[in-house]
């Protein structure tokens, strides 16, 4: 577990811009090694589920390339792009599962499309079966369920399965426990460090869960500004003298006793 990400990495941000009416991301320089967990921390609004997004090329930026795996998503052409879109699996913030869609079928759309079609309708369900099952839900209970019909964090697990089931390299989780209470979340985030491990990914987790995020990762990021304000370890993280970064740790524990009942603290 390095400080400065020893492993080779995976996942580079390199000079991203993004401007929507003002600009958002302001030349984003940042690595991540494989096989680490990373969290990238950041006030509501900075632009953190942007730059994820950019990652699978669900965005576009301005300026600048995202390489995956060696690979660049914005001028590797339409085959790098779907070889990096089955690399990665995508954890949305609000599960963002298909209203109309049983839990079958929503978790099936996590499978790249020649893949699905590839298959028998039984080993597609076998598939969903075992990502349900990873997630700690009971196929046989939830398969035939709308989203509706679901508690919220049942609908989070949902998202994660869909997120697996096509066995990514590389989990982007945004904001995977914002909105739960204190008990879900500590649950979410065991989910995450033990989906991580028994899949062998590399996970990027964007959180409002500062003390979560430095408990679980091996490296962390702050995102303020439009760019990387910080990247290190979690110790670092605490010991920074920046007071940017002081200022934003103490304004997250203060939130997080005021959100002991598990109301999301106004970061999106
Ligand atoms: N598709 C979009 N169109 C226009 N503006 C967007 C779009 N996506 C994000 N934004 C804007 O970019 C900024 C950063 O958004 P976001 O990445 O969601 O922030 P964060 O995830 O850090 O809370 C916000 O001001 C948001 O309104
Ligand atoms: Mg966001």
Same mark, same amino acid.
């Given at each position: 577990?390095?400080?400065? !990400? ?10 991203? &811009? ?21 969290? $990238? ?9 942007? $730059? +994820? ?15 995956? #795996? ?10 790098? $792009? ?32 020649? *893949? ?24 046989? +209970? ?48 065991? +989910?995450?460090?033990?989906? =991580?491990? *028994?899949?062998?990914? /590399? %996970?990027?987790?964007? /959180? &409002?869960?500062?003390?979560? !995020? ?11 500004? !439009? ?12 010991? =920074? ?10 304004? #997250?524990?203060? *939130? ?8 999301? %603290?106004?970061? %999106?």
């Amino acid at each position: 577990m390095s400080d400065q !990400g020893g492993s080779e990495p995976i996942i580079q941000y390199c000079g991203i &811009h993004k401007a929507f009416d003002v600009p958002v991301l302001r030349g984003v320089d940042l690595s991540v090694g494989e096989g680490e967990m990373f969290a $990238l921390f950041g006030p509501s609004g900075t632009g953190k589920s942007v $730059l +994820l997004k950019t990652t699978m090329g669900l965005i576009q930026p301005d300026q600048g390339d995202v390489r995956v #795996a060696g690979e660049s998503v914005f001028y590797g052409g339409p085959k790098a $792009l779907s070889a990096i879109r089955k690399l990665a699996g995508y954890v949305f913030q609000n599960a963002a599962l298909f209203d109309s869609l049983n839990v079958l079928d929503n978790v099936l759309m996590g499978l790249p499309e020649d *893949e699905l079609y590839a298959l028998s309708r039984s080993e597609a369900a076998r598939k969903a079966w075992n990502a349900l099952e990873l997630v700690n839900l009971d196929p046989e +209970l939830v398969f035939a369920k709308l989203p509706a019909e679901l508690s919220g964090g049942m609908k989070k697990r949902v998202g994660i399965a869909r997120a697996i089931v096509g066995r990514p390299r590389i989990l982007l989780w945004d904001e995977p426990t914002t909105g739960l209470d204190p008990v879900n979340t500590a649950a979410v985030e065991r +989910l995450i460090m033990r989906l =991580s491990r *028994e899949l062998e990914t /590399t %996970s990027l987790i964007v /959180t &409002h869960d500062i003390e979560g !995020g430095l408990a679980m990762c091996d490296r962390v990021a702050m995102l303020e500004g !439009g760019r990387i304000r910080f990247s290190g370890s979690p110790s670092q993280f605490r010991a =920074s003298p920046d007071p940017v970064v002081q200022a934003f740790v103490d304004r #997250a524990a203060a *939130e997080a006793q005021l959100d002991l009942a598990g109301e999301p %603290s106004g970061v %999106s």
